[in-house]
């Protein structure tokens, strides 16, 4: 079955758009030929596990117990939708959207439950956390639950399925205009609702108290996208792929001040791990502070689709956080977030580089949470100790299926200019 006999049905066809990639190698192919080099076509995929959903969420009312979980578009600000999303169906759900927990899933399990979420949506103003009308209220308390609530969703006409595969958001299932939101009952977090209630804190300060009571980064996401904290008159949405990074940043620099006054590491160290068909290696190196985190994509991966070779690119920084956005996107800032979880959990600092090689089985991307979650991981893991740098590296390209002349690393390109007081004793 390929995109063409599915939209041939037409029941299915009112309800799925998708939304084809800039190029032309999707139109030509359409599920067919695999031009692009994956062992499976990623849009026929997401359609045929939708599919499976479709009779419980072909219609204008949903009734259902969310994660919770909300979402904010970027498309339009600052006039952006703002939106909850709930499966049809009661109980606890929480795994629906709660990344922490998806270790042992695999990139079709993570699509299969998604795929059920349904987007209830309005189309509003940034601004509207500062005004709290009634419509933001609903969706600001669904955020602020610790369970997961009922809730029921007219919709304005049956939701409709738009497969857009994107890098930094986690896939969900169909959307569609909500005339009106019931919420249940509901059990509050009162650590963040006592922050929502602060006026007066800022954003960040808000960020840092909550990670340091010990909530998920990925609740802490969610209350920030929704505008619920800071400052009253300066609250407003910020869409949930600019969350993301921001909470992983602001966390990733208030470790960062406490890691940087700890003592070296006094040997070096490489972890790894592989999950959804990527895998991560980190050199800690016996240095102040430094980072660099790069990506390998091999072909027929979503960021290197009609290429013929590997695609390596990163990004880094040296004594301190850096300044500019980095151009490899949220994964830097993920990544590096785990890094220092795992240099304040020892007390020591180090110079990192993280190798990450994405294979062609990845055939779409489920979300920057999936590098933060995996890196996590990789440093619960007992690490190999080496001597010296040059053992280190060796290892570590035995490891890699890219060649080790493409991996052209500005840390370590630093380091080997450098030359200590004892070199010259």
């Known amino acids: 079955m390929d995109i063409d006999d599915i939209l041939k049905l037409s029941r299915v066809s009112r309800v799925i758009k998708p939304r084809i990639y800039q190029d032309s190698l999707c139109i030509k192919c359409r599920g067919r030929d695999l031009l692009c ?11 045929k596990v939708f599919l499976d959903s479709l009779r419980d969420i072909d219609r204008e009312d949903i009734h259902g117990s969310s994660p919770p979980s909300i979402f904010v578009g970027r498309i339009g600000y600052p006039k952006v939708v703002l939106g909850a999303m709930v499966p ?61 609530p009922e809730v029921e969703m007219g919709l304005k006409a049956r939701p409709v399925k738009v497969i857009d595969i994107d890098e930094d958001i986690t896939p969900f299932g169909p959307r569609a205009p909500v005339k009106k939101i019931s919420i249940g009952t509901l059990k509050i977090d009162y650590k963040i609702l006592k ?22 980064v990925s609740r802490i996401i969610r209350v920030f996208s929704i505008g619920g904290l800071g400052v009253k008159r300066n609250r407003v949405l910020v869409p949930t792929r600019w969350s993301i990074t921001a909470v992983d940043d602001i966390i ?26 990527n895998r991560y290696v980190a050199l800690m190196i016996p240095e102040t502070w430094m980072y660099e985190f790069m990506e390998a994509w091999y072909p027929g991966t979503f960021w290197n689709r009609v290429g013929e070779g590997v695609i390596v690119e990163g990004d880094y920084e040296i004594g301190r956080p850096r300044k500019e956005y980095a151009e490899i996107g949220g ?95």
């Open 37 to 47: 080099g994956k062992p499976i076509c990623p849009v026929i995929t997401e359609y």
């Open 88 to 148: 049809p169906e009661s109980g606890d759900t929480s795994l629906y959207d709660y990344p922490e927990r998806w270790d042992n899933l695999g990139l079709i399990d993570i699509l299969r439950f998604r795929s059920r979420l349904v987007m209830g949506w309005y189309r509003v103003d940034r601004n509207i956390p500062s005004r709290m009308q009634r419509e933001y209220m609903d969706l600001l308390d669904i955020s602020l639950s610790r369970t997961s």
């Open 195 to 216: 922050r929502v209630e602060d006026w007066d804190l800022r954003a960040g300060e808000a960020v840092i108290e909550l990670y340091r009571e010990g909530v998920d």
């Open 252 to 277: 990733g620099r208030w470790l960062y001040t406490k890691v940087r006054g700890f003592p070296p590491i006094d040997k070096y160290l490489v972890f790894e791990y592989s999950y959804l068909e």
């Open 331 to 425: 994964c830097y800032y993920a990544a590096r977030l785990a890094t220092l979880e795992y240099l304040h959990k020892i007390g020591r600092t180090a110079g990192v580089v993280i190798f990450r090689e994405a294979y062609p089985g990845y055939i779409f991307p489920v979300g920057v949470w999936s590098v933060r979650e995996s890196v996590r991981r990789m440093y619960r893991r007992s690490p190999i100790e080496f001597g010296c740098l040059e053992e280190a590296l060796e290892y570590i390209y035995s490891r890699l299926r890219t060649p080790s002349h493409m991996w052209r690393s500005r840390v370590l390109e630093f380091l080997s200019r450098q030359r200590r007081i004892s070199d010259y004793l």
